[in-house]
Structures are given as C-alpha cells and as structure tokens.
C-alpha cells in the first residue's frame, strides 16, 4: 500500500487556493530558500521538534520517560541527542506543555482522504478545495498521484504549490488531474537563486514556460525580500520574464515573517536560520503598480 510522509494538515486555509481549503503539507524539499518559513518541510524523512518556550522549568518527564536516554535536561533547556533518538514518540505522550513534536508521519491515502472528506460541505460552498504544498509535494510524486485520483474521483479542486523545481515529465504527470498550480518564482537572476536557494533557477523557469504552454492555469507567488528581490532591476526582471508566458495572468505577492525562526532553534537547524525584512508598505505599493500596469492581475498576502 502507498505511503507518504506528511507534516500537517491545516484545515480552512484561506491563503492557499481559492474559497475555503484543506492545506496538505508534505515532507521533503530540494531547495534551501534561506527565508523558507516551513523548516520541518525540508527534510523528507520524520525529526523531533523541540518548543522550547513551552518547555517548564520545574519538569523532568520526557528525560525518564525516554528508552533511549536521548533525552537530558541542562537548566531548563531540554537537550535532545538525535543519534540515539528513535522518534518513538513516547516523549511527545507524556509531555503535558506540548513541548515536544515528532514532525512528519507517515500515511495512507485513504488517511488523508479521511481528513480531506471533513470538510467537503465547506468546499462546496466556497469553491474552494483541497491544496498539496510543503515541502515541494512532487517529491513523493506516487504518493502524490495516488492522492490526486482519489480527489478527482471525488470532484473536488485541487492545488499544487510547487518550487518548479522538479522533472517536467513529473509535472506533466500529474498536471492533468491538478486545476491549479500555485508557482513560486523567487528570483529571475539565476547567480543570485543559486545563492539564496542553493539551487540554479533554469528549470524552474523552464518548468513554468511548458506549464503554460500547455495551457495549465498558474498563479506565480513571488515571496518579496526587503533588498533581495524588491529593486526595480528584480522587479524589471520578473516582468520581462513573465511576459514571456503565454498564460500566466496571475500574482500572488508573498511577505517575508520571522515567524519561522522558533521552528530552527527546536529541529536544530540554528545554522541555516538567516533573517530577512519585508519590503516597506510604501515599496510594496509601487511594486504592486508596475506589476498591475504591466498587465497582470495582482493579490498581496496569498
Ligand atoms: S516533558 Fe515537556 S515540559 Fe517536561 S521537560 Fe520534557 S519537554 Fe519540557
Ligand atoms: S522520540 Fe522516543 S527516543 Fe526520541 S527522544 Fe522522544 S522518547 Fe526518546
């Protein structure tokens, strides 16, 4: 039976798709965005996540309560050796402040479709659906696909957000059972991609040329960095680039939070946390002109 690896699921999302949606996030991602606000979607396989704000100082359990003595206590920090650790979960039982989080789970689809189904009436309602994101959700492509037929025996609207940075073939395969692909294009300069992301852009760019020649429809999300990608030479760029698109009338633009950061400290990832600024109201406003006056319908937020 096919399974895969998800890290939450997030019900009545409102920024992820059109109407009221049930958000899928799925475990995995080839890119290292320096910004990304999803730390636990990064890696594909499952990891314990400590909050150390809801650690209590007086309390002790999870160190006794561990069969694998990877767990001490220095002060009222909660220490956590990953070699030892074998993501049993008992920890996370026995935690009463909700510390402590084994991130990712395994799956069936008929689990995700049971969670899915929840919320069909408000689908029905809002036009909205169900959102596949991450992570970048292709990288469990079988898992994915499965998913997918399930979804369209049931009727229902289906999202994919994608980095793009996957095999076309893969895209393709799917992309007949998919009503829309929110896209997201960081940074047209490809020197620059490489190094906020870790990765070349070609084939994200690429990949979103062929989308939309086949006709697909694609809101490209563009998530705005105070002096990374909001100058007018970055702007100018996406705009000659997006041009270029036979279909792709949409945006979605993206602002940079810090609220990630928590996130890195507990999966002990400290040391790819980097902090960014959202451009300005003001910069926002007339990054939002040159966007709409350019011929493109523009949404800040989602
Ligand atoms: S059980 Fe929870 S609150 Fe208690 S020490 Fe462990 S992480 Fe902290
Ligand atoms: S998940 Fe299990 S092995 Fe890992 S720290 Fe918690 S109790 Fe120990």
Redesign the pocket.
């Known amino acids: 039976m096919i399974k895969g690896t998800i890290f939450d699921i997030k019900r009545y999302a409102i920024h992820d798709g059109p109407g009221i949606r049930t958000t899928v996030f799925l475990k995995g991602c080839p890119l290292r965005c320096q910004w990304c606000q999803n730390p636990e979607g990064l890696e594909s396989k499952p990891e314990?996540m400590v909050r150390f704000t809801r650690c209590e100082k007086e309390c002790d359990a999870?160190v006794s309560?561990?069969?694998?003595g990877?767990?001490l206590k220095k002060g009222s920090q909660v220490v956590?050796d990953k070699e030892k650790?074998?993501?049993?979960?008992?920890?996370?039982d026995v935690c009463v402040y909700d510390a402590l989080k084994?991130v990712g789970r395994e799956v069936t689809v008929q689990e995700v479709m049971n969670e899915i189904e929840k919320d069909r009436v408000f689908f029905d309602e809002s036009d909205g659906g169900v959102t596949f994101s991450g992570g970048e959700p292709l990288m469990q492509l079988g898992f994915l696909e499965s998913l997918l037929k399930e979804i369209k025996k049931k009727n229902i609207h289906v999202t994919v957000d994608t980095s793009g940075y996957v095999s076309f073939k893969d895209l393709d395969r799917i992309s007949d059972r998919v009503d829309l692909f929110l896209y997201d294009l960081k940074i047209v300069d490809d020197k620059k991609h490489k190094k906020y992301t870790g990765v070349s852009n070609k084939l994200i760019l690429e990949n979103l040329q062929k989308l939309s020649e086949r006709g697909k429809r694609v809101i490209v999300r563009i998530p705005l960095l105070s002096g990374i990608n909001d100058e007018n030479h970055s702007i100018q760029m996406f705009v000659k680039y997006l041009h270029t698109l036979r279909n792709v009338k949409e945006i979605s633009l993206l602002f940079y939070h810090s609220g990630g950061c928590e996130k890195y400290k507990g999966l002990r990832k400290e040391g790819l946390l980097k902090t960014f600024r959202p451009p300005s109201n003001e910069k926002i406003k007339k990054i939002k002109k040159i966007l709409v006056d350019s011929g493109f319908s523009v949404k800040t937020g989602g």
């Not at 309560?65 to 694998?68: D, E, R, S, Y």
């Not at 650790?85 to 996370?92: A, F, S, T």
Request: proline content about 6%; aromatic content about 0%.
């Open positions: 314990i999870c309560a561990c069969p694998q990877a767990i956590i650790c074998d993501l049993c979960g008992k920890c996370e084994i």
